[in-house]
Nanobody
């Protein structure tokens, strides 16, 4: 069993940066691929990016490529989402998620966090 808790969300002006953290419980966290998803009001949940178990492979959605990146510290059971050059369209609830096979689609996710709100003002 893995529990995920996101933090670091908030209100930021366009062009600004935020770093989200995803803290996990459980001794097996390093065996999970971790992904970030987001959901804006009235829209479906969408994939933002994922990071491999070792942290060496990172995939990001085209909409955030070059602006968002991820890292993980398995010793601390924590994954980070660094968001730069934020745009108003990045406004959403951001979810951390963990999967054993993949974290690139919701159907492969075994565990979800509760989400953290990110609001980007213009």
């Amino acid at each position: 069993q893995v529990q995920l808790v996101e933090s670091g969300g908030g209100l930021v002006q366009a062009g600004g940066s935020l770093r989200l953290s995803c803290a996990a419980s459980g001794r097996t966290f390093s065996t999970y691929i971790v992904g970030w998803f987001r959901q804006a009001p009235g829209k479906e949940r969408e994939f933002v990016g994922s990071i491999s178990r070792s942290g060496l492979t990172i995939d990001t959605a085209d909409s955030v490529k070059g602006r968002f990146t991820m890292s993980r510290d398995n010793a601390k059971n924590t994954v980070y989402l660094q968001m730069n050059s934020l745009k108003p369209e990045d406004t959403a609830v951001y979810y951390c998620a963990a999967g054993t096979v993949s974290a690139a689609s919701a159907q492969n996710i075994n565990y979800w966090g509760q989400g953290t709100q990110v609001t980007v003002s213009s």
